[in-house]
Nanobody, 123 residues
Framework: QVHLVESGGGLVEAGGSLTLSCAASGRTFGYAMGWFRQTPGKEREFVASIRWEGDNTDYADSVKGRFTISRDNAKNMVYLQMNSLKPEDTAVYSC?????????????????WGQGTQVTVSS
C-alpha cells in the first residue's frame, strides 16, 4: 500500500509562486511519480511526472517553463514548484504514484493518489 499526502496549496496572486509537496509512505522504491490537477466539471489533467532517478521529467505544454517537478527519495518527497502562476492554473492538485507500465501523461497509468490540495490564483 502507498499513502500520499499533499500540502502547500493556497491562494496566490497571478504571477506569484507556490511550491506543492507530496509526502509518500509505503511501497515507494523505484516508482515514478506525477502531479495532476482537476477543476469542477472537468477531467483530471496531467501536469508533470518524474522518474525514480529524478533525471527524466515530463510536463504538460500548459505549464512547461513555469513549473518544475523534483523529488527527494531519501525523504520520500515529491515537489512541484509553480512560478508565474495564472488564473487558469486554479485547480485541486494531486500527486500520484505511477504503475510500471503506461504513458506518463495518462491518469490510468497511476494507481495511488493523494487527496489533493487546492491552488487558487487570483487575477
Amino acid at each position: 500500500q502507498v499513502h500520499l499526502v499533499e500540502s502547500g496549496g493556497g491562494l496566490v496572486e497571478a504571477g506569484g509562486s507556490l511550491t506543492l509537496s507530496c509526502a509518500a509512505s509505503g511501497r515507494t522504491f523505484g516508482y515514478a511519480m506525477g502531479w495532476f490537477r482537476q477543476t469542477p466539471g472537468k477531467e483530471r489533467e496531467f501536469v508533470a511526472s518524474i522518474r525514480w532517478e529524478g533525471d527524466n521529467t515530463d510536463y504538460a505544454d500548459s505549464v512547461k517553463g513555469r513549473f518544475t517537478i523534483s523529488r527527494d527519495n531519501a525523504k520520500n518527497m515529491v515537489y512541484l514548484q509553480m512560478n508565474s502562476l495564472k488564473p487558469e492554473d486554479t485547480a485541486v492538485y494531486s500527486c500520484a504514484q505511477k504503475k510500471y507500465t503506461g504513458f506518463y501523461y495518462s491518469v490510468n497509468s497511476y494507481d495511488y493518489w493523494g487527496q489533493g490540495t487546492q491552488v487558487t490564483v487570483s487575477s
